[in-house]
């Protein structure tokens, strides 16, 4: 048990820095905002924004989010098995 909460709390600080990094990545939503404004709104970034670099980091931001809180509860039941 003391390998398995040890290589637990490895991946999960690994997470934990990807996360972190993940985030500071993704440029503010007021960033785009004076474009909108500016009647900017249908333009070709909009219409394939799905393939952006920011949604691309929102997405993953959503799932390392959701591994990070998994392995947080994983290492709180292996803690309390012990």
Do not use: Y
């Amino acid at each position: 048990m003391e390998t398995l909460s040890l290589v637990l709390t490895i991946i999960q600080l690994l997470t934990c820095l990807f996360l972190i990094c993940v985030v500071l990545l993704q440029s503010g939503k007021r960033s785009g905002l004076s474009g909108a404004i500016a009647g900017g709104a249908d333009t070709f970034m909009t219409k394939a924004k799905a393939q952006t670099w920011d949604a691309k980091l929102a997405k993953m931001t959503k799932w390392v989010g959701l591994a990070f809180v998994v392995l947080t509860l994983a290492l709180n039941l292996v803690k309390a098995a012990a």
